[in-house]
């Protein structure tokens, strides 16, 4: 896999497709590695003629993982204020870096959950790189709304084993909690957890934690997006226990030019059955932009 040199990072992406067509950018969510936007997805947007980039976060995957002095997990465990070791600006700055080292002067940005986030953060700062926006499962960071539920809480703040097996077992159990109930397959989702830890061999815990320190500390954002000018889509799903609905419908409100689609039995997830949906919807708003 192919690193691009950001500032002081060295970060892991994937392109597929024509370079020639337009470029669209996929931002993955609090833990996910880049693997968590399937090929099957990002060939369908292919199918659609965009020249499709992905690639891991810092502090996941193969990326660069930042070190800190500061147990981001163990201080918020204890309901501790800790600064974090890093911004969603700064991530944003790293997507922005990453065009820039790819010789691309402006993209369609797709995110889902903290990617989302990460998303609205990139047009809001880098509104000359932005040719749409697209905001999946994701929040302005308004306390009031986008709330998790209880159980998706405590599926999220439970201790993640660090061996290989129970680990597996661990996200698959964990998962099955915000996800779309009508497509849920567990077998599927093993094999996912597998391909994400061998992938690292490693448990990513300590840079979950600072990613989710950096989340707690942001600004909310809704006002800002009032000034995002670009086409604008928002994607929920109607059962997402871990950002509920109203992060996405407040996010939607936001942004002054946006359409909002909510998924009927969609999660905190993007099962293939709705792959189809999706890559529509953003296709129809990448043909919006152009008129």
């Known amino acids: 896999m192919p690193h691009a040199n950001v500032g002081d990072l ?18 993955m969510g609090l833990g996910a590695q880049m ?15 965009f020249f499709v980039i992905r690639f891991d976060n810092r502090d996941i995957g193969l990326s660069t993982i930042i070190h800190s002095d500061i147990d981001h997990g163990a201080a918020m465990a204890a309901g501790e204020t800790v600064e974090p070791a890093y911004t969603l600006s700064e991530m944003a700055a790293d997507a922005a870096g990453l065009l820039d080292t790819l010789g691309i002067e402006a993209a369609h940005i797709v995110g889902a959950s903290m990617g989302g986030m990460i ?3 990139f047009a809001i700062e880098h509104p000359d790189k932005t040719l749409t926006l697209t905001s999946i499962m994701s929040t302005t960071g308004d306390s009031d709304i986008g709330q998790p539920t209880p159980e998706a809480i405590a599926a999220i703040t439970s201790a ?13 159990k964990i998962g099955e909690v915000w996800a779309s109930p009508e497509y849920w397959n567990p077998e599927h989702a093993r094999e996912r957890a597998v ?7 490693k448990s990513q815990g300590p840079g979950i934690a600072r990613q989710m320190a950096a989340i707690l500390a942001a600004t909310p954002r809704t006002e800002a997006l009032g000034g995002v000018a670009v086409p604008s889509l928002v994607i929920h799903g109607t059962v997402d226990p871990l950002v509920q609905l109203d992060g996405g419908q407040r996010t939607a409100e936001a942004l002054p030019n946006a359409e909002l689609l909510e998924v009927e039995g969609m999660g905190h997830d993007m099962p293939p ?6 890559i529509e919807s ?5 043909i919006r932009a152009l008129s």
Do not use: K, S
């Not at 993640?160 to 698959?172: G, M, Q, S």
């Not at 391909?195 to 061999?201: H, I, L, P, S």
């Open 119 to 121: 998303a609205q953060a």
């Open 10 to 27: 060295e970060l892991c992406y994937e392109t597929f497709g024509n370079p020639e067509d337009p470029p669209l950018l996929l931002i």
């Open 35 to 49: 693997i968590a936007w399937p090929e099957e997805f990002c060939e369908g947007l292919v199918d659609r003629a």
């Open 282 to 286: 953003i296709t129809r708003l990448a």
């Open 273 to 278: 059955e709705m792959f189809a949906q999706i």
């Open 160 to 172: 993640a084993p660090t061996e290989r097996d129970a680990a597996i077992a661990h996200n698959v």
């Open 195 to 201: 391909e994400n830890w061998d992938r690292v061999g």
